[in-house]
């Protein structure tokens, strides 16, 4: 029985691949009516909260009756409990200090100062103590343990520095966070293009799948806007950047499991790490590894929990890239696209899949509430490339409620 604890993001993606390979799966979760009902129906869903700890987790698994036999964290944040079960278990798992360095962006950025691993300058500002920016202008900010993006801006100047750390120390929810620290990390900005590098750990080591390129909105936000999913050998930066993959698993000590490292390459320094985690990305990277260079990342984040060697076979030459159909006006969806016409008739082009209905409310500083659709491609990475730069840049969204003086509607 595998254990795939509060599945979220691809870690719903992951429970329904396992669910559908026939292996008998145990969810523990708070949020069951985010799972597909044939999940549901096969697996074993009961009702967990990480308040309860792991001490409930256990209690869960002796009730289930069934022998587990590997433990995946199903979102971000409840990598360190899942580690925990796992290694009360017996069964494969990350330590509990590598855990929590993958967790806390504070202590990731001290190891990576302690064991070579390069990163941007860093300092942590915890809440009532927000003074004059500690670091030149432009800086980044961001929360300690939040994902997704959420409440990350670039600051250029004091004013800009004071409100990004305003919105880090306030109150409010987090969307899925059971108890988010309050803590801002003010980090220089690395200019540079930005990838992340997906794969796995299991028996024989770790393994990359994917490059992948990431395209991000206008600052000051770094909503994610566009991946393309290439193997590491398409990619102009595949041995760089395997190379710095390698060595971050090793400095993080990531035993077993998927990993998800967040990178820029640096004119003079080369690589940055950004983050690293150890969980599958979120945002259909997956879905666009599995389209790309063909691996299954949730088949191997399951066999891996499981102690088994995951075997995907050759690498495809393909990369298979998405582009997401943002607003960036409040109002309305109409449930019209501008300009998608070009990019659905490429011969790349494989699918449209809306992401919200007409008549949605949309917000553009909100990334959970401003995706209206994204486009799929999949062919050579340079083509790829510039279709997705250029839905990006060119295909509008058609908003109700704006000023009628615009009419073309409002650029995604």
């Given at each position: 029985?595998?254990?795939?604890?509060?599945?979220l993001s691809a870690g719903v993606r992951l429970a329904a691949r396992v669910v559908e390979s026939g292996v008998p799966c145990l969810i523990p979760t708070q949020f069951p009516e985010l799972l597909p009902p044939e999940v549901r129906a096969a697996a074993t869903?009961?009702?967990w909260h990480p308040d309860r700890g792991v001490p409930e987790l256990l209690r869960l698994v002796g009730e289930s009756g069934a022998r587990p036999t590997g433990v995946v964290a199903g979102f971000e944040y409840v990598v360190p409990e899942s580690a925990e079960l796992a290694r009360a278990l017996g069964l494969p798992a990350l330590g509990a200090d590598a855990a929590e360095a993958v967790r806390q962006k504070d202590v990731m950025r001290r190891w990576?100062?302690?064991?070579?691993?390069?990163?941007?300058?860093?300092?942590?500002?915890e809440p009532g103590s927000a003074g004059p920016c500690p670091l030149p202008f432009p800086v980044v900010v961001k929360p300690v343990d939040c994902g997704g993006s959420l409440m990350v801006s670039l600051c250029r100047d004091e004013e800009e520095y004071g409100r990004a750390c305003a919105t880090v120390h306030g109150p409010g929810?987090?969307?899925?966070?059971?108890?988010?620290?309050?803590?801002?990390?003010?980090?220089?900005?690395?200019?540079?293009?930005?990838?992340?590098?997906?794969?796995w750990v299991d028996v024989d080591g770790p393994h990359l799948a994917s490059v992948t390129t990431k395209f991000l909105s206008a600052e000051p936000d770094f909503f994610e806007m566009g991946h393309i999913a290439?193997?590491?050998d398409g990619s102009p930066?595949?041995?760089l950047l395997e190379e710095f993959a390698r060595r971050v698993v090793k400095a993080f000590e990531l035993s077993v499991g998927p990993f998800h490292i967040e990178t820029r390459i640096d004119r003079d320094r080369g690589p940055v790490l950004i983050e690293v985690g150890a969980r599958l990305a979120g945002d259909n990277i997956p879905e666009l590894v599995l389209a790309g260079p063909g691996v299954d990342l949730c088949a191997a984040a399951a066999d891996a929990a499981r102690g088994l060697r995951h075997e995907p076979g050759p690498l495809s030459p393909v990369s298979a890239g998405l582009a997401f159909v943002t607003t960036d006006r409040p109002g309305t969806f109409a449930g019209t696209l501008a300009g998608a016409e070009p990019f659905t008739s490429a011969p790349e082009f494989r699918e449209?899949?809306?992401?919200?209905?007409?008549?949605?409310?949309?917000d553009p500083g909100d990334i959970f509430s401003n995706r209206v659709a994204r486009i799929h491609f999949e062919g050579a990475l340079d083509r790829v490339e510039r279709l997705v730069a250029s839905v990006i840049g060119d295909v509008r969204v058609d908003v109700e409620g704006v000023d009628p003086k615009d009419k073309e509607g409002v650029r995604a």
């Open positions: 029985m595998l254990i795939v604890v509060q599945p869903v009961v009702d990576c100062a302690e064991r070579g691993v390069a990163f941007p300058r860093s300092v942590l500002v929810e987090v969307r899925f966070h059971p108890n988010p620290r309050r803590a801002a990390l003010v980090e220089e900005y690395v200019e540079g293009p930005e990838f992340s590098l997906d794969g290439t193997a590491p930066h595949g041995v449209l899949v809306p992401e919200a209905e007409p008549g949605a409310v949309l």
